[in-house]
Protein backbone atom coordinates (compact mmCIF):
# COMPACT_ATOMS: atom_id res chain seq x y z
CA UNK A 1 0.00 0.00 0.00
CA UNK A 2 3.07 2.65 0.19
CA UNK A 3 3.22 2.04 -3.47
CA UNK A 4 2.17 5.54 -4.10
CA UNK A 5 4.96 6.88 -2.09
CA UNK A 6 7.43 5.45 -5.05
CA UNK A 7 6.20 7.50 -7.64
CA UNK A 8 7.32 5.23 -9.94
CA UNK A 9 5.22 5.69 -12.26
CA UNK A 10 6.75 8.58 -14.66
CA UNK A 11 4.79 12.16 -14.91
CA UNK A 12 3.61 11.07 -18.58
CA UNK A 13 2.36 7.50 -17.46
CA UNK A 14 0.57 9.67 -14.45
CA UNK A 15 -0.84 11.86 -16.84
CA UNK A 16 -2.15 9.54 -18.74
CA UNK A 17 -3.30 7.42 -16.36
CA UNK A 18 -5.93 10.22 -14.59
CA UNK A 19 -10.13 8.76 -13.96
CA UNK A 20 -12.58 10.37 -16.30
CA UNK A 21 -16.10 10.85 -14.55
CA UNK A 22 -18.49 8.81 -16.13
CA UNK A 23 -20.18 10.83 -18.23
CA UNK A 24 -16.77 12.64 -19.82
CA UNK A 25 -16.97 16.09 -19.33
CA UNK A 26 -16.18 17.53 -22.56
CA UNK A 27 -13.97 20.50 -21.69
CA UNK A 28 -12.13 18.67 -18.90
CA UNK A 29 -11.70 15.35 -21.47
CA UNK A 30 -10.29 17.28 -24.47
CA UNK A 31 -7.57 18.93 -22.32
CA UNK A 32 -6.93 15.23 -20.87
CA UNK A 33 -6.70 13.81 -24.50
CA UNK A 34 -4.15 16.03 -25.37
CA UNK A 35 -2.45 15.52 -22.07
CA UNK A 36 -2.88 11.55 -23.01
CA UNK A 37 -1.22 12.39 -26.24
CA UNK A 38 1.52 14.31 -25.13
CA UNK A 39 2.14 11.46 -22.14
CA UNK A 40 2.18 8.93 -24.65
CA UNK A 41 5.14 9.84 -25.96
CA UNK A 42 6.65 10.10 -22.57
CA UNK A 43 5.62 6.63 -21.89
CA UNK A 44 7.29 5.56 -25.34
CA UNK A 45 10.64 6.73 -24.64
CA UNK A 46 10.29 4.20 -20.82
CA UNK A 47 9.51 1.71 -23.25
CA UNK A 48 5.81 0.47 -21.83
CA UNK A 49 2.86 0.14 -23.25
CA UNK A 50 0.65 2.78 -24.65
CA UNK A 51 -3.26 2.95 -25.88
CA UNK A 52 -4.26 4.97 -28.47
CA UNK A 53 -6.52 7.33 -26.11
CA UNK A 54 -9.44 6.59 -27.80
CA UNK A 55 -11.21 5.84 -24.83
CA UNK A 56 -10.39 8.86 -23.45
CA UNK A 57 -7.39 8.60 -21.05
CA UNK A 58 -9.49 5.16 -19.15
CA UNK A 59 -7.34 2.71 -20.31
CA UNK A 60 -5.47 1.78 -17.39
CA UNK A 61 -8.53 1.70 -15.08
CA UNK A 62 -10.55 -1.37 -14.70
CA UNK A 63 -14.38 -0.54 -14.43
CA UNK A 64 -16.05 -2.93 -12.12
CA UNK A 65 -19.93 -2.82 -11.75
CA UNK A 66 -20.53 -4.26 -8.32
CA UNK A 67 -24.50 -5.45 -7.68
CA UNK A 68 -26.11 -6.16 -4.51
CA UNK A 69 -29.31 -7.43 -3.57
CA UNK A 70 -31.37 -9.31 -1.22
CA UNK A 71 -34.53 -11.54 -2.03
CA UNK A 72 -37.11 -11.43 0.55
CA UNK A 73 -39.15 -14.70 1.03
CA UNK A 74 -39.60 -17.47 3.50
CA UNK A 75 -35.75 -17.74 3.00
CA UNK A 76 -34.32 -14.34 2.63
CA UNK A 77 -31.08 -13.98 0.59
CA UNK A 78 -28.40 -11.54 0.48
CA UNK A 79 -25.99 -11.20 -2.88
CA UNK A 80 -23.44 -9.57 -4.71
CA UNK A 81 -22.65 -9.81 -8.03
CA UNK A 82 -19.12 -9.28 -9.48
CA UNK A 83 -16.54 -11.21 -11.77
CA UNK A 84 -14.69 -13.97 -10.02
CA UNK A 85 -11.36 -12.69 -11.19
CA UNK A 86 -10.33 -9.43 -12.10
CA UNK A 87 -6.85 -7.83 -13.39
CA UNK A 88 -4.24 -6.10 -11.82
CA UNK A 89 -4.20 -2.43 -10.83
CA UNK A 90 -6.51 0.62 -10.42
CA UNK A 91 -10.27 -0.49 -10.49
CA UNK A 92 -13.03 1.25 -9.96
CA UNK A 93 -16.29 -0.20 -8.08
CA UNK A 94 -19.31 1.74 -8.68
CA UNK A 95 -22.08 -0.15 -6.79
CA UNK A 96 -25.83 -0.78 -7.86
CA UNK A 97 -27.72 -1.43 -5.85
CA UNK A 98 -30.62 -3.78 -7.09
CA UNK A 99 -32.05 -4.08 -3.49
CA UNK A 100 -34.74 -3.30 -0.92
CA UNK A 101 -32.07 -2.13 1.75
CA UNK A 102 -28.88 -0.17 1.98
CA UNK A 103 -25.44 -1.62 0.99
CA UNK A 104 -21.64 -1.49 0.60
CA UNK A 105 -18.95 -3.12 -0.37
CA UNK A 106 -15.96 -3.28 1.57
CA UNK A 107 -12.79 -4.70 -0.10
CA UNK A 108 -10.74 -7.56 2.55
CA UNK A 109 -7.60 -8.46 0.77
CA UNK A 110 -6.77 -12.28 2.20
CA UNK A 111 -3.14 -12.78 3.11
CA UNK A 112 -1.35 -15.78 1.66
CA UNK A 113 -2.92 -18.94 2.47
CA UNK A 114 -6.53 -17.53 4.09
CA UNK A 115 -9.62 -18.33 2.41
CA UNK A 116 -12.92 -16.80 2.73
CA UNK A 117 -14.14 -19.74 4.68
CA UNK A 118 -11.56 -18.15 7.33
CA UNK A 119 -12.63 -15.04 6.66
CA UNK A 120 -16.36 -16.44 7.46
CA UNK A 121 -15.29 -18.40 10.59
CA UNK A 122 -13.51 -15.33 11.84
CA UNK A 123 -16.40 -12.78 11.47
CA UNK A 124 -18.84 -14.97 13.04
CA UNK A 125 -16.58 -14.48 16.44
CA UNK A 126 -17.48 -11.37 15.65
CA UNK A 127 -14.12 -9.79 16.99
CA UNK A 128 -12.37 -7.25 14.70
CA UNK A 129 -8.70 -8.42 15.58
CA UNK A 130 -9.87 -11.75 14.23
CA UNK A 131 -10.13 -10.10 11.05
CA UNK A 132 -6.71 -8.64 11.52
CA UNK A 133 -4.86 -11.78 11.61
CA UNK A 134 -6.27 -12.87 8.16
CA UNK A 135 -5.31 -9.99 6.13
CA UNK A 136 -6.74 -6.12 5.62
CA UNK A 137 -9.32 -4.06 4.65
CA UNK A 138 -8.33 -2.14 1.19
CA UNK A 139 -11.54 0.31 0.85
CA UNK A 140 -14.32 -0.35 -1.13
CA UNK A 141 -17.34 1.84 -2.08
CA UNK A 142 -19.31 3.01 0.93
CA UNK A 143 -23.42 2.74 1.59
CA UNK A 144 -25.70 3.56 -1.48
CA UNK A 145 -29.60 3.34 -0.72
CA UNK A 146 -32.03 0.95 -2.42
CA UNK A 147 -32.56 1.59 -5.93
CA UNK A 148 -29.75 3.80 -6.70
CA UNK A 149 -26.16 3.52 -7.74
CA UNK A 150 -23.16 4.60 -6.03
CA UNK A 151 -21.58 8.61 -7.50
CA UNK A 152 -18.42 8.45 -5.07
CA UNK A 153 -16.76 5.37 -6.10
CA UNK A 154 -13.58 3.81 -4.39
CA UNK A 155 -10.97 3.32 -7.14
CA UNK A 156 -8.25 0.97 -5.76
CA UNK A 157 -4.97 -0.08 -6.64
CA UNK A 158 -5.23 -3.68 -6.51
CA UNK A 159 -2.22 -6.33 -6.30
CA UNK A 160 -2.93 -9.75 -7.03
CA UNK A 161 -4.14 -11.69 -4.73
CA UNK A 162 -7.30 -12.99 -2.88
CA UNK A 163 -9.91 -11.19 -1.77
CA UNK A 164 -13.36 -10.83 -0.27
CA UNK A 165 -16.07 -8.56 -0.55
CA UNK A 166 -18.50 -7.88 2.45
CA UNK A 167 -21.26 -6.33 3.59
CA UNK A 168 -21.62 -5.08 7.28
CA UNK A 169 -24.89 -3.03 6.86
CA UNK A 170 -27.66 -4.49 9.79
CA UNK A 171 -30.51 -5.74 8.60
CA UNK A 172 -33.69 -4.48 10.99
CA UNK A 173 -33.13 -7.03 13.47
CA UNK A 174 -29.54 -5.73 13.83
CA UNK A 175 -27.91 -8.82 12.07
CA UNK A 176 -25.13 -7.61 9.73
CA UNK A 177 -25.61 -8.74 6.08
CA UNK A 178 -22.30 -10.36 5.57
CA UNK A 179 -23.93 -12.72 7.86
CA UNK A 180 -26.78 -13.85 5.37
CA UNK A 181 -24.33 -14.10 2.31
CA UNK A 182 -23.08 -10.90 1.84
CA UNK A 183 -19.84 -12.30 1.84
CA UNK A 184 -18.14 -12.96 -2.08
CA UNK A 185 -14.27 -13.91 -2.56
CA UNK A 186 -12.77 -12.78 -5.99
CA UNK A 187 -9.14 -13.26 -7.17
CA UNK A 188 -6.70 -10.28 -8.93
CA UNK A 189 -4.57 -11.72 -11.36
CA UNK A 190 -1.63 -10.21 -13.44
CA UNK A 191 1.02 -7.48 -12.77
CA UNK A 192 -0.23 -4.64 -11.09
CA UNK A 193 0.15 -1.68 -14.18
CA UNK A 194 1.47 0.39 -11.55
CA UNK A 195 -1.23 2.96 -12.23
CA UNK A 196 -1.27 5.12 -9.34
CA UNK A 197 -3.90 7.66 -10.43
CA UNK A 198 -3.01 11.70 -10.60
CA UNK A 199 -5.62 12.89 -7.34
CA UNK A 200 -7.30 16.46 -7.92
CA UNK A 201 -7.75 16.88 -4.55
CA UNK A 202 -6.44 14.79 -0.72
CA UNK A 203 -8.35 13.51 1.98
CA UNK A 204 -6.29 12.87 5.47
CA UNK A 205 -7.88 10.35 7.98
CA UNK A 206 -6.31 10.04 11.38
CA UNK A 207 -7.59 9.29 15.11
CA UNK A 208 -10.60 10.84 14.89
CA UNK A 209 -10.80 13.60 12.06
CA UNK A 210 -11.27 14.02 8.76
CA UNK A 211 -8.86 16.96 6.96
CA UNK A 212 -9.38 17.86 3.74
CA UNK A 213 -10.28 20.99 1.56
CA UNK A 214 -13.53 23.11 2.40
CA UNK A 215 -14.52 22.54 -1.36
CA UNK A 216 -13.91 19.71 -3.33
CA UNK A 217 -14.91 20.00 -7.60
CA UNK A 218 -18.03 17.53 -8.16
CA UNK A 219 -15.56 15.32 -10.64
CA UNK A 220 -12.76 15.52 -8.56
CA UNK A 221 -10.71 12.57 -7.73
CA UNK A 222 -9.86 12.62 -4.27
CA UNK A 223 -6.98 10.82 -2.42
CA UNK A 224 -7.49 9.21 0.58
CA UNK A 225 -4.98 8.64 2.74
CA UNK A 226 -4.99 6.39 6.52
CA UNK A 227 -2.17 8.72 8.42
CA UNK A 228 -3.24 6.62 11.52
CA UNK A 229 -1.03 3.87 12.93
CA UNK A 230 -3.59 2.04 14.47
CA UNK A 231 -7.22 1.94 13.23
CA UNK A 232 -8.86 2.01 9.98
CA UNK A 233 -10.76 4.65 8.90
CA UNK A 234 -13.54 5.41 6.36
CA UNK A 235 -15.12 8.28 4.43
CA UNK A 236 -18.78 7.70 3.69
CA UNK A 237 -20.09 10.69 1.45
CA UNK A 238 -23.87 11.86 1.67
CA UNK A 239 -25.82 14.85 0.34
CA UNK A 240 -27.53 16.68 3.47
CA UNK A 241 -30.97 18.16 3.21
CA UNK A 242 -31.46 21.29 2.92
CA UNK A 243 -30.90 23.35 6.62
CA UNK A 244 -29.07 20.18 8.17
CA UNK A 245 -25.60 19.98 8.99
CA UNK A 246 -23.27 17.44 10.68
CA UNK A 247 -24.34 18.61 14.39
CA UNK A 248 -28.15 16.84 13.04
CA UNK A 249 -26.81 13.72 11.43
CA UNK A 250 -24.88 13.30 15.07
CA UNK A 251 -28.00 13.91 16.49
CA UNK A 252 -29.83 11.35 14.34
CA UNK A 253 -27.01 8.83 14.86
CA UNK A 254 -27.67 8.93 18.60
CA UNK A 255 -31.31 8.35 18.60
CA UNK A 256 -30.40 5.46 16.17
CA UNK A 257 -32.33 7.32 13.77
CA UNK A 258 -32.02 7.84 9.94
CA UNK A 259 -29.50 11.04 8.70
CA UNK A 260 -31.11 14.19 7.20
CA UNK A 261 -28.75 13.18 4.27
CA UNK A 262 -28.96 10.29 1.17
CA UNK A 263 -25.88 8.52 1.06
CA UNK A 264 -24.19 8.69 -2.42
CA UNK A 265 -21.39 6.08 -1.73
CA UNK A 266 -17.61 6.88 -0.02
CA UNK A 267 -14.56 5.21 0.91
CA UNK A 268 -14.90 1.97 3.03
CA UNK A 269 -12.43 1.48 5.65
CA UNK A 270 -8.77 1.60 4.68
CA UNK A 271 -5.81 0.10 6.80
CA UNK A 272 -3.35 2.45 8.91
CA UNK A 273 -1.06 3.53 6.55
CA UNK A 274 -2.36 3.09 3.33
CA UNK A 275 -4.15 4.83 0.59
CA UNK A 276 -7.10 4.58 -1.76
CA UNK A 277 -8.38 6.86 -4.21
CA UNK A 278 -12.55 8.53 -4.25
CA UNK A 279 -13.80 9.45 -8.01
CA UNK A 280 -16.71 11.96 -6.89
CA UNK A 281 -19.87 12.74 -9.35
CA UNK A 282 -21.91 14.86 -7.61
CA UNK A 283 -23.89 17.36 -7.74
CA UNK A 284 -23.07 21.00 -6.09
CA UNK A 285 -24.14 20.66 -2.48
CA UNK A 286 -23.19 20.55 0.91
CA UNK A 287 -22.44 16.91 1.98
CA UNK A 288 -21.43 15.54 5.20
CA UNK A 289 -18.36 12.96 5.48
CA UNK A 290 -18.44 9.95 8.42
CA UNK A 291 -16.92 7.50 9.69
CA UNK A 292 -18.29 4.47 11.40
CA UNK A 293 -15.59 1.89 12.05
CA UNK A 294 -15.59 1.12 15.86
CA UNK A 295 -12.84 1.78 18.35
CA UNK A 296 -11.69 -0.20 20.74
CA UNK A 297 -14.07 1.35 23.62
CA UNK A 298 -16.87 -0.17 20.87
CA UNK A 299 -18.20 3.53 19.61
CA UNK A 300 -18.30 4.33 16.51
CA UNK A 301 -15.22 6.89 15.12
CA UNK A 302 -18.00 9.26 14.37
CA UNK A 303 -18.82 9.88 18.51
CA UNK A 304 -15.25 10.30 18.80
CA UNK A 305 -15.54 13.43 16.19
CA UNK A 306 -14.46 11.53 13.08
CA UNK A 307 -17.54 13.85 11.23
CA UNK A 308 -17.25 16.76 8.74
CA UNK A 309 -18.42 18.60 6.31
CA UNK A 310 -17.68 19.79 2.77
CA UNK A 311 -18.96 21.89 0.08
CA UNK A 312 -19.15 19.70 -3.42
CA UNK A 313 -18.63 22.80 -6.22
CU1 LIG B 1 -12.40 6.20 11.58
Do not use: W
Amino acid sequence: MARHESSSAGLGARLERRIPSPEGRTARVRTRRSLAAAACALVLLFGTSCSDGSNGDAAHVNRVRVMTSEHHSSETTYAFELPETMPAGATRLSLVNDGAEPHHAQVFKLDDGKTVDDLTGALATGDPSALRALGSFQGGTAIVPPGATSRADAVLELDAGDYALLCFVEDAGGVPHLAHGMVRGFAVTGEDPNSAPEADADAELSDYHFSMPDAIAGDALVRIRNASTAEPHEMVVARLHDGAGSRQVLDALGRGEPIPAVEVGGMQAIGPGSDQYLQLDLQPGRYVVVCYVPAADGKPHYAHGMIDEVTIT
